[in-house]
């Protein structure tokens, strides 16, 4: 039972105080559980392999209650769960892969060695578990204790909610303990790799010699914006040599689509405003008479900011808010009134004020509470008089208890933003009412909390006060209208050609994304309209959406069409136009530019209107020059010039911005001594870094990896 103990130390600050710093976004949607449609089975597939439905829903709720139990939140918000889905669909795509590879070359991890690195306790991801000393470093026996402690326990010995928090720390251990056993193969896999890449000598000597020498050019230049598209004159011809020699970069690993679309705003009348602002002094009289429950009563009203039994400073109250606080001569209502920057009509009641600090550190021992209350609060009492009257030493107690007293801080700042109630909002409080080195105790469910105060920062005076902060918000028949409106636009414009033409002519906008992929969960930034999103993968070329209702409030209007739909591989040549004939046209107008320059010395090339002189100083192989002229790099300078004679001319050179001509002033070499095994061991590391991501990036592509989770989620 001391182990027990041990771990309820930890167990209580966990449930009231983990994660705090991340309760501002709790506020946000409930997590959304998979909805199935109909006849699709499969979320993707990888390297052949179908990942069904079921099975990527189950890793992403496994991943979910991860993350709501590392960061202490209730629920994700909508933003926060699409990203969990994205994480774990690489988390499956990259072990799918791994995997395949180990297997195929015979790399396993066993449980020994899984061990072997919790008893090291050194890999990161250990620090970040509860499972540390006073000193917080990871500690093997701290967990062993507890696995053994949890696989020997009930809810009937530990209570429900003490018992629930164990089941869901074993069940966050369980993901950590496969997170390092991936971790280990991916090591594996990596040193395999690395440690088949090796340097030569003749390699290491070439390399040294390109790294020190270094020379001093003039170089004169003719930017591809000094000649006219009219006199470049691209053909198709030009075309199809530019998308040959730019192929390799016009493959997209997954199908996506170019759209255009409507996202329409729906805003409130003059008569709906005049209907929130009647609503709002309807509830200021009610907060005048109000004197319980205001929780409740806040929530009920429709208030964007939530009330909190924990006192907030004015740093995180809204600025309208703070800017009207003086204005209240005692505890009082201000309100209602209209706050333009953020549209919303308001009112306010300051229940009261008290002292307390932007943050605390403290110490704690906890008393659980089992069958007989009594006598864990004569216990508790026993530790409060022992701790505040006799001046025993708090870590000693501590000790006693089994218990480690941990010292921590808690910043305002992470609970201030957020609805803080109940045992939380008691934690909170009781800690801010103590001054340095007092000691208290609160009552929680299932424990009794002695806390001492070791040190404060910054007193702060803090308001209970309870806000109602009102958007402006439209009626049914406001959205009836918009409706109507835009789809009397979208019956009289059936093409997007159409669309095109006749959008100016209104209050819409046509908007145009090209290249959406299915993974974006939404279509414009527009909250809740992934169903759009899946429309526009499961439609034709030249469709036109219905409307949808989108937003976090259903407060747009969204209509989309599909243009253009790109299929996975390479893109054709008309396809690529835009990109091609931008990559034709420097290229023709390299060639005028080159006919331009031949024959020409610098002296001859400078006297051109539209030429560029620069003194470049220190070229060499390895870096990419810097041309003040332009404010643009040249990364062929370098290996043009370095191999010619000095006061040899190059010939015209095709780079990036310009054609340009160079010569050397002058070279010399970095004081450096060749060391064959030092610069091979360079070379290797150098190796080591690129390749073997080189080589991940080639495994993902072969694995043709389909990605359908848009039908699902």
Known sequence: MATLQNIRSKGPLLLIV????????????????????????????????????????????????????????????????AAVRDEVWAIIVRNKILNNEAAALGLTVTD??????????????????????ENGEFDADLLKDFLATYKATTADDLGVEVYDYYTRLYRFWLFVENDIKSGLLYTKYMALLKSSLISNPVSAKMSFDNRIRRADVLMASLPYLSVSDAEANVGSADIKKAYNEYKEALYTYSENRDIYYIDYLIEPSAADRQATLAEINEATTQLEELSEDFGSFVRRAGSEYAYSEVPTSAKNLPEDVVERLDSINSFGVFG???????????????????????????????????????????????????ASKRGADFSAIAA????????????????????????????INKINSLKKGEVGMVQVTGA??????????????????AIIKRPAEFSEE??????????????????????????????????????????????????????????????????????????????????????????????????AAQVLSLKALNNKKFDVLKNKMAGLTIDEIKA????????VQFVNFNNTAYIASMM??????????????????TAPVKGDNCAFVATKISDDEVNAEFDENSEKLRLQTISTTTIPQQVLETLFFEAKIVDNRYKVF
């Open 448 to 465: 009794n909390l002695i806390i001492k105060v070791l040190d404060t920062k910054t007193p702060l005076k803090k308001y209970d006060i």
């Open 18 to 81: 983990i994660g705090l710093a991340m309760l501002a976004f709790i506020l946000g949607d409930a997590w959304k559980i998979i909805r199935p449609t109909q006849g699709v089975q499969f979320v993707g597939n990888i390297a052949g392999d179908d990942i069904t439905a079921m099975d990527f829903q189950k890793e992403v709720e496994n991943y979910t209650e991860v993350v709501k139990f590392q960061y202490g939140m209730n629920d994700l918000t909508e933003e926060q769960s």
């Open 608 to 615: 051109l209107p539209e030429a560029n002189i620069d003194t």
């Open 632 to 649: 643009s790099n040249e990364k062929l300078l370098g290996p043009s010039v370095l191999n010619l004679e000095k006061g040899v001319l």
């Open 400 to 427: 006693s208890y089994n218990q480690t007293a941990t010292e921590n801080w808690l910043a305002s700042d992470s609970y201030e933003t957020a609805s803080i109630t109940g045992d939380n909002a008691a934690f």
């Open 112 to 133: 020994a060695e899984v061990r072997e690195v919790i008893e090291r306790g050194t890999d990161p991801v250990l620090a970040n578990t509860p499972f540390s000393n």
């Open 478 to 575: 406001t959205s009836n209208a918009a409706y109507d409106k835009l789809s009397q636009f979208i019956a009289s414009n059936s093409t997007i050609e159409e669309l095109q033409q006749n959008v100016d002519d209104t209050d819409f906008r046509l908007l145009y994304n090209p290249g959406i992929e299915n993974y974006n969960y939404n279509i414009g930034g527009v909250g809740r309209s992934h169903e759009a999103l899946r429309w526009a993968f499961d439609a034709e070329e030249g469709e036109i959406s219905r409307i949808f209702e989108v937003g976090s409030n259903n407060d747009h209007l969204l209509v989309v069409a599909v243009s253009k739909i790109h299929p996975r591989g390479y893109r054709s040549i008309e396809d």
């Open 336 to 386: 209602p009134y209209y706050y333009e920057d953020d549209d919303t009509y308001n009112t306010f009641r300051v229940l009261g004020t008290a002292n307390g600090y932007d943050s605390v550190q403290y110490s704690m021992i906890q008393v659980i509470v089992d069958a007989d209350q009594a006598a864990a609060d004569k216990r508790a009492d026993s530790i409060l008089t022992a």
